[in-house]
């Protein structure tokens, strides 16, 4: 059941979810619907103080509850998918707090709510989404952008969600509308990076619009890539093998931490072997020295035909 909304609120979209929240978070669309399923409000956490997380890490609190406690920047709590209570420090700079409720939080919340959360970006190729899964510094969405160019709608990029169950057509949910970038990347692009938003006052990373068709629409899945670098010159995109494929479904699982601390192991098995049985997935290497961006793309082309 969608909550009632409260009077003065910010409503967006994001990650199939409608988000009544009290901060407001630039790049995110904005939402008309007046029946939010999550709220986000400020707070405080003081009262939650047993066993409380040390700094960077998380910690479960009953069944429902995460407790996130972030230096620099503060403590959240993230009940039951569907609400987010934001205790910050005093002083934080608004951007680093809103990188974490967008990131971390959110990867949490459409953990609680059943959906698989993958650490990858997800855009758009002849009608249906194409998932690209990688670490950090993999290069995930430095490709993001440039397909973005290329015309093809990113959807979301550093997590996705996404809905797998058994007998069902998995999809993927549109996220934050936006890529983030260094500025070396961006550079590398063609971009002015005095003309984009900066993600954090103490970060090189900026914030690169995308293109805004389809971002309220869930899109069936065709493709899963995993993106790795590797010694040598050689690109090439390889088969993997069901074992290989579930092991990297589960490695590429945004802050898979959560998922054993909110005691959902099972069902997220059961959502990752939905997703290996009806879409394809293949691993892309790419040179460690030479990112070969045009090279890639064709090669990713190709293979989508």
Known sequence: MKMQPKTGEFLYYVHGFTLESEIECPGLLPEACTMPDVRLRRGSLEHISLDEPPTGKSLCIGERLILLNIENVGRISIFDGKEIIVDPVAGVDPKLLRQFILGSTFGCVIHQRGFLALHANAFLHHGEAVLVLAHSGTGKSTLAAAMNERGCAVLADDVCAVKAAPGEVPLVYPGVPQIKLWRDAAEQLGKDVGSMRRIANNEEKY???????????SLRIKNIYVLNVRDGEKLEITDMNRLEKMHALGNYTYRKGMVSKLGIEAEHRKSRLALLDNVGMRRIFRPKKSYLLDELIEL???DLR
Do not use: I, K, R, T
């Open 207 to 217: 914030a690169m619009p995308v293109l805004s068709q389809c971002h309220w629409q």
């Open 300 to 302: 990713l082309e190709a």
